[in-house]
């Protein structure tokens, strides 16, 4: 950090890189060295305050001032890895931890073990969250010491195991490009204290590292954004707070993109804002309150979300996925009974009535298609069901209650049968299990609300939902940033799946992108339809 405070001379920033990338070598030894959870979050802490800069001055930084006096790509390479790294990093290792257990021939009863050690973890754990009782955590802590004892064994007696579990490569820049089509942009964002701050752009052809000249923390161009939307705000305020946050984020890559139509959004810190109510120009004071007419920034790209680049090309290279016993599976467990209109919202309590005409129009649309679908509406949409029918679909919607926790982000839930607003969750499907469970759903719709929140951690980004459906196999997700209204939920997803099923070769974000436009062509609030976006292809 000293010398990348002092920074006179290429020597200063070569010197301060050198000790970047030493001290980063220490954390991933401490990574190594550590199992639990809360352990490795901590570490994940570690990565990022590298990239933070603690006076101001980071890795980013220094690797662009080293890549404008030499000239040399390489550094641009090293930027990246460092972004990366702060992206989501416990995620692709426990993901890689995962895929070890798969390929590293470990004899089964050993794996059955492990996964009942697991399960029973996560269950002392949602309960010691709101039962602070002492035999509980004596429970937990007895599981936890079993569970270390067993991965111990794993690694003693399967080499392989531990070579694939730590064998976590980010992804390169080239490795990018290769993914990328000849009208797509990866965005990579790195915020960072005092300012510094950078988006890495890479296209088939180009590569650009951009400094983000902003004045003040980012969180004083997105508070206002956000605010606009969840209050429905009228068109100009809204626009106004639209179109600085468009300035801050997106206005320094503008002359780059001029042939790119497609962007992939790499910022998991970036909590709750779509890029895709961003307004590029402020309109005339003459325009009244239409919102079809404003200039969103998904009127010229269609746009997607990762965690990480690294897991973006992961999902590229993965193959065409095995032929499931269903082409779908949807529940609408709170699909009796009448809503309240215009009132309505998918997030705890009131029947959602317009939840049993999507899932039913989804399905006459698989129908009409010669899909095998099947749907679950009010009282046979149980957590048991979706359960056992979610690792057998390669498409399954949920349209349904979420709720997410911003304390314990195991306890962010989805609603099915007989989970009520009291404390029995039997009927609660809660993220810890949901990370428990093997899908292989090649996309997850979770219609509902709050599912890609959750709560922020610094260097790994939001625990949510929709992540733990990541991590559980599912993988391109379509996810709510909010609470979301039932009736243009319905509008919406029906829309999606009219595209997508209708029409051959029609991608998921191209899909969802129209089922957007449909809504804001008609005027509808931002608020509506900007909230649903989607992380995958």
């Keep these: 950090q000293a010398f990348a405070n002092r920074g006179k001379n290429t020597q200063d920033y070569e010197q301060s890189l050198r000790h ?40 980013i930084h220094v690797c662009n001032e080293l890549y404008q006096g030499t000239g040399q790509k390489a550094y641009l390479d090293t930027a990246f890895y460092f972004i990366e790294r702060g992206n989501a990093s416990y995620l692709m290792s426990t ?8 390929f590293a021939k470990i004899d089964a009863k050993l794996l059955k073990q492990e996964t009942y050690l697991r399960k029973h973890i996560a269950q002392y754990q949602n309960i010691l969250a709101t039962k602070k009782e002492e035999h509980i955590r004596d ?27 730590f064998d976590t490569k980010q992804a390169t820049i080239q490795q990018v490009q ?10 990579s964002y790195s915020f960072a204290r005092n300012a510094n701050n950078h988006v890495l752009l890479i296209t088939k052809e180009q590569i650009r590292l951009l400094y983000l000249p902003l004045t003040g923390h980012i969180n004083d161009y997105i508070t206002p954004y956000y605010n606009e939307i969840q209050s429905e705000g009228r068109l100009q305020s809204f626009a106004k707070a639209s179109h600085h946050l468009y300035q801050a984020l997106f206005l320094p890559l503008e ?21 895709e109510a961003l307004v590029s120009k402020l309109p005339p004071k003459s325009l009244s309150n239409d919102f079809s007419r404003l200039d969103y920034l998904s009127n010229r790209f269609q746009i997607s979300y990762h965690y990480s680049a690294t897991l973006w090309c992961q999902a590229q290279q993965e193959a065409v996925a095995h032929k499931q016993k269903l082409d779908l599976v949807a529940f609408a467990p709170f699909s009796g009974g009448k809503g309240t209109m215009y009132s309505t919202v998918r997030g705890s309590g009131l029947n959602l009535p317009e939840s049993k005409v999507e899932v039913s129009a989804i399905f006459n649309l698989c129908k009409t298609k010669g899909l095998d679908a099947r749907i679950s509406l009010s009282t046979s949409a ?39 607003d009291g404390k ?11 990370y428990n469970l093997e899908l292989n759903a090649d996309l997850l719709v979770l219609s509902s609300c709050e599912s890609g929140v959750g709560k922020l951690v610094k260097g790994e980004g939001v625990f949510s939902l929709a992540r733990s459906f990541l991590y559980a196999g599912a993988r391109n997700i379509v996810f709510s940033l909010w609470e979301v209204d039932d009736v243009y939920t319905r509008e919406l997803m029906v829309a999606f799946y009219q595209q997508f ?8 974000v191209s899909a969802l992108r129209f089922a957007q436009q449909k809504l804001m062509h008609k005027g509808v609030h931002p608020k509506h339809w900007a909230g649903i976006v989607l992380i995958g292809k």
């Design 424 to 434: 029995d969750l039997s009927g609660c499907l809660l993220a810890s299990e949901v």
């Design 382 to 420: 149980t957590k048991e069901r979706f359960i056992e029918q979610a690792k057998q679909a390669n498409i399954v919607h949920i349209a349904s209650h979420s709720e997410a926790n911003l304390q314990n982000a195991g306890l962010a839930k989805v609603r099915f049968v007989g989970c009520n």
């Design 255 to 275: 002359k780059y993109l001029k042939d790119i139509d497609e962007l992939v959004i790499i910022a998991p810190s970036l909590e709750s804002t779509p890029f």
């Design 501 to 508: 099923l209708g029409k051959n070769n029609v991608s998921y």
């Design 178 to 187: 290769t993914h990328l089509g000849q009208n797509e942009a990866l965005l």
């Design 95 to 102: 993901l890689a931890e995962s895929n070890a257990k798969k």
């Design 20 to 59: 970047f990338l030493i001290a980063d070598k220490v954390v991933k030894h401490l990574y190594r060295s550590v199992s639990r959870k809360n352990d490795r979050l901590l570490v994940a802490r570690g990565i990022d305050n590298l990239n933070s800069g603690n006076h101001g001055k980071n890795t």
């Design 139 to 165: 429970s937990l802590i007895k599981f936890n010491a079993l569970y270390e004892r067993l991965i111990q064994q794993l690694e003693q007696k399967y080499p392989k195991y531990v070579q694939l579990k």
